[in-house]
């Protein structure tokens, strides 16, 4: 096969296995402000995928049981006006984010 067929033959390609994410360590209390905080203050140089996944659990394991998780599809309303973090996550090592108003 010539080398524009090797490089465009999707059949060549190998589905790379499931990453294996290590289990949040006990004790974890960290959210994802509190990882920002500490790169801010010099304390970290950056937050890696498995310190991201951990603060979003412990986060979601603050939410009362009662309370229903919003789920992809959900419209929602403010009341009033709030300033809102976000972060975006892209299949490419990258993660970016910001502050918005929800008006």
């Given at each position: 096969?010539?080398?524009?067929g ?11 296995p ?10 974890w209390?960290?959210?994802?402000a509190?990882?920002?905080a ?5 304390k970290?140089n950056?937050?890696?995928?498995p ?5 979003r659990?412990?986060?979601?394991s603050?939410?009362?049981a ?6 992809k599809?959900d ?6 006006d709030?300033?809102v973090e ?17 008006i």
């Open positions: 096969m010539c080398f524009l090797k490089l465009f033959d999707r059949r060549t390609k190998q589905a790379e499931p990453v294996e994410r290590p289990p949040r360590p006990d004790g209390n960290l959210t994802y509190d990882l920002m500490e790169m801010k203050a010099g970290r950056s937050v890696g995928q310190e991201m996944d951990w603060a659990d412990y986060e979601r603050l939410i009362p009662a309370m229903r998780f919003p789920q599809g419209l929602y309303e403010v009341l009033q709030m300033e976000f972060m975006t996550a892209w299949a490419a090592p990258f993660t970016g984010g910001g502050k918005g108003m929800l």
